[in-house]
């Protein structure tokens, strides 16, 4: 039974309508009515919370603090009243007043605060924690700008601002009165007291006040709420020329200018780090007003900080947040007054690390002189962090140096995150379980060696509840037509009793009836947005992910020219129809992810243009490939490429959603798709290319890839291809030379598509025979689903809860 009639719920929106904006259903814009739905189901959240909140304050149990730069957390007028049991009555009293839901959901922008796979999973992650009903809260910025919107215009990408704000914004619930005070610049003075004891102060400096704009997060089935708490960046003075006669005009267009701009933009770098002041900035301003917002609460409370560690764990995702560790060490000191070893002890078993890559270009290193300008306290703080714990290194391994280098926090000139992390929290995890070895017997070996029970493993999971019961309604009603209800939505290991129907004929073309739905859903979709007929008739073989050399877009297309070579040589030969799609957006400043990109659409219009491929092969971008968009493609996708070289994708989660809508792998044993792999055996999965061990060893015997283009034929026939370009005009040039001779400083082929191609075309070619087999193609996709359970978030957050936070969940 819904908590609310679809009467109630239509005279709130009314209400809703009337007090907020004037206005009668019948004069109401969508974007009226969009906001007044929202509006309605903030109230409902905001009851449950007071309600639930009350008793967690109460309960006096450990909190989870969740800090993430990115929380990708797409739409959520959907998902909330899914999660709270209201959409059917939603969706009715919608129709009822005039309006059509689906098309009030599609206007909703998605909030696209982070960049992908690590911003995604702190919104899943969101979902599951509130699911399973632990009190937890989620940090991030109110960026007034989110991942840029892609635009394709003559097959290049184009950037272009998305203020997602203007609707979106109805999620948002402003606590003026819980605002804090973030402090830069500046410089320390020293106090020494009468026994001896410094007390420092930190003068001079400019403030940012820090605003939340709290968001509630509804679970499913269950009153618990938690809040995403997004903080805002505001001056905290007006620019008033009355400042000039007192000396203090600069000051305050200081202040101003640094508040205007902190919030300003998601940086849309993934995988990639660059030395920025602003970033920092943007860091040091979400991890202090959180841990000031904690404290307080905690002092309110508790009147003391003492039990800090017993209250509450900050997991912090990736090194983004890892200013939290010298913060509360400087709030502990500075304010409380505690002695260096009371506070490290405190901090030390309050914060947990986990690490999403292990790209050498990805780690951050600030600059020193960066910190020490910015934050002079800060700056102190680590310094001393950093000595003591070359002095612990120093003798632990009696002064060899080569270890003591690799694990110093500063290093030359640098602080190096990473470091700072595996030294001051209690826990360190790696995304699956290939991540977690290498991080182990790589990354940080050597300190895995000083204290191995720091290390952990939680393999990454997807809220199963939007990525395949919302996303995919067929689907999720045979699911619970043949699991007897709807028992997998909480109990996600439940989704297995699928599999005793591999058999049932009647099963199996259903699956391939829907996932035939869901493709013409698709193509309908696509071609109102764009005009581009995709031939549902042909395979829908689909990559999307964010654009990155090490993920290999680029081998997908050397493929894709493969086949085309030939349908060229051979019109007539016996070919199974084959849609490519792409979607990616490259990092503005990533120039040959950018070619890529074109490349991809210079292939596109040329094949697409060949009567050769008509109805057979065809290859089409997907325009700003987003949250909203991969909800419409997975349910219509068949074969999913995870193909990154082995190693190098800490776990990736895409592939977890095309598993459970039914698609078919084509991967290497990569990140999660090991996992995949013990779950579906050789049978279930097209597997090929290198194994990570593999990939050390050919780079460490020398890899040559231009004996590949000299001695296969059809490798040198794509290379060359490629060099000369599509007929647009545009060469590749580059791109070729990137494989065969390398080019800034990176080695030629560093992410050996050449040696994984051969392997590659086979998978392919496997993957197509056997799509011939309509049933043994269905039994396999059958498969996927029913073992696609342990990739549910739901599971993760219990390894999280289990062998890290140390709280309990309901379930
Ligand atoms: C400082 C620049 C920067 C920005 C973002 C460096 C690194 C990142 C992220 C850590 C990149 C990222 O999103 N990593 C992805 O995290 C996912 C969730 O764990 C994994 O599934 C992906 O394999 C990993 O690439």
Redesign the pocket.
Known sequence: MAEYTKAQLTEMIVGKLRRNFGRDVDDATPNHMFKACALVLRDIMSSHQMETGNQVWEGQQRQVHYLSL?FLMGRSLEKNAYNLGLLDTLKDALEDLGFSASDLFEKEPDAGLG???????AACYLDSMTTLEIPATGYTICYELGIFKQKIVDGKQVEQADNWLGLGDAWLIPKVDETEEVRFGGKVVDHWDERGVNHPEHVGYTTVLAIPRDMEIAGYKTRHTNTLRLWDAKSPVPVDMSYYSRGEYLKAVEQQAMAEVIAKVL?P??????GKSL?LKQQYFFVSATVQSIVRQHRAQYGTLRNFHEKHVIQIN?T?PTLVIPELMRILLDVEGYSWNDAWNIVTHTVAY?N??VLAE?L?RWPQGLIENLLPRIWQILKEIAARYQRTLEQHFHGDQSKVSKMAIIWNGEVRMANLCVCACYAVNG??AL?SEILKQDVFHDAYTMRPEQFKNVT?GVDHRRWLSQINPKLDALVKECTGGDDYLLHPEAIRGLEKYKDDQSVLSQLEAIKKENKRRFAAYVARESGVVLNTDAVFDVQVK?LHEYKRQLLNVLHIIHLYNQLRDNPNMEFTPQTFLFGAKAAPGYHVAKKIIQLINSLSAQINADPICKDKLQVVFLENYRVSLAEKLMPASEISEQISTAGK?????GNMKFMMNGALTIGTLD??NVEMHQQLGDENIFLFGLTADQVVQLKNQGYIPANYYNSNPAIKRVLDQIRAGFGDGVDYNDIADRLLIGAGGSPADEYLLLADFDSYCQAHRRAIETYADRKLWNQMSLINIARSGIFAADRSIRDYASDIWHVPTRL
């Open positions: 990115e960049n992908g796979g690590l911003g995604r999973l940086y770098d993934d995988n990639h780090y660059e970033r990736d983004h986990t999403h890559t990805a951050e995304v699956s991540h990454n964010r994708e800490a776990s990736g989660t990140g999660a």
